[in-house]
């Protein structure tokens, strides 16, 4: 009978009870990639994250480049292996739901999304921020006036970025055009490149990637103009051309969700971190960057991590005419669906 105690005893130890229950060890953790881990830009961020619970001590894995109609079945492989599951592309969210329904023992998290249940929760960043201050480097750096967008998927998501950079970019320059092209595609290098191109062959002399590889980078050295990267450094591409970039710190929340769970704090929620936060931030700067521009734009940034100001809340003009004087809130960020004045191209179907 001691045996048998002793048994159920060492096995309960090792489950986890979603709701307030502790770990006796460490928690496994697997992770579901959109892309390549050697995207160079938002899968091999989130696989920075991955690397980091690995030092902490975490089993990891992880199954890279699963197209979003295909996710539920790995999923599911990966909620069979591990205790956490991070799953990492806006198009998971149902499949992620509808899973973490099946398995109520594990605990999910969704990214970009919206939807939550009682073992899934969403997170994301603030990643419109640090758009928001990149976008004062390149306008400043424009000769031309003219920055060039290549979209990879017209989700509020990406749109709410795209308004964040026009806004910053007016901070420095209130008459900079912005257009934009979209692949359709979070990570396309070819249709990147052509998009690239084209923006450039339109007269942009500042190019911004809103997609996950670093061939827009390229593009924009191989034609001597300058480029803003996507969510990682991408200046190995591409010194000459690089600017700066808005890049994601995954590790700053990876640690602490993964943490909240070990030690039985977790609860399903929605967690919208910003830059104060460190999740997201800016590389270092190319160095024809003038000091003067970089200190206009860290004073915008002071603003913003004291609260004096956010992008979408000092007041703004809509693509067709209508003055914002409110600021917007979370709810109607997370749906924005049109273009703010400055953007020449049209608002994509909604």
């Not at 899973?99 to 960043?125: E, I, R, W």
Request: some cysteine; overall charge neutral.
């Amino acid at each position: 009978m001691r045996k048998i105690i002793s048994k159920i005893i060492g096995v309960s130890l090792t489950l986890l009870m979603v709701g307030g229950y502790a770990w006796a060890g460490k928690p496994s953790v697997g992770f579901v990639y959109v892309g390549p881990v050697g995207d160079g830009g938002w899968t091999y961020a989130h696989d920075l994250g991955r690397k980091a619970l690995e030092a902490a001590g975490h089993e990891t894995s992880y199954v890279e480049s699963v197209p979003e109609g295909d996710s539920e079945r790995v999923i599911r492989k990966m909620a069979r292996k591990h205790d956490i599951v991070f799953t990492t592309s806006f198009g998971y969210m149902d499949p992620t739901l509808k899973v973490a329904k099946q398995f109520p023992d594990k605990t999910f998290l969704h990214c970009s999304g919206f939807k939550q249940g009682k073992n899934m929760g969403n997170y994301f960043g603030r990643m419109y921020q640090a758009k928001y201050l990149a976008a004062m480097i390149g306008a400043g750096m424009s000769k031309k006036g003219r920055i060039g967008i290549v979209g990879s998927q017209p989700i509020p998501e990406i749109i709410r970025h795209i308004n964040a950079i026009t806004l910053g970019a007016q901070q420095v320059n209130p008459n900079i055009e912005v257009e934009v092209l979209w692949i359709n595609s979070w990570f396309d290098p070819a249709k990147e490149s052509d998009a690239a191109q084209a923006l450039i062959d339109n007269g942009a002399d500042i190019i911004v990637t809103m997609a996950d590889s670093a061939a827009t980078v390229q593009t924009a050295k191989k034609n001597g103009v300058y480029a803003i990267g996507n969510d990682t450094d991408m200046a190995i591409y591409g010194k000459e051309a690089h600017l700066t970039a808005a890049v994601w710190n995954w590790d700053v929340y990876y640690l602490a969700a993964v943490k909240a769970v070990e030690n039985g704090t977790w609860k399903s929620s929605a967690d919208w971190w910003g830059l104060d936060s460190g999740i997201v931030g800016l590389t270092s700067f190319h160095p024809d960057v003038p000091q003067s521009l970089i200190v206009q734009m860290n004073r915008e940034k002071g603003r913003i991590l004291s609260g004096a100001m956010d992008v979408f809340g000092h007041g703004f003009t809509k693509q067709d005419g209508t003055r914002v004087t409110k600021a917007l809130s979370d709810g109607e960020m997370l749906g924005m669906m049109f273009y703010v004045k400055g953007i020449i191209s049209k608002v994509p179907s909604s």
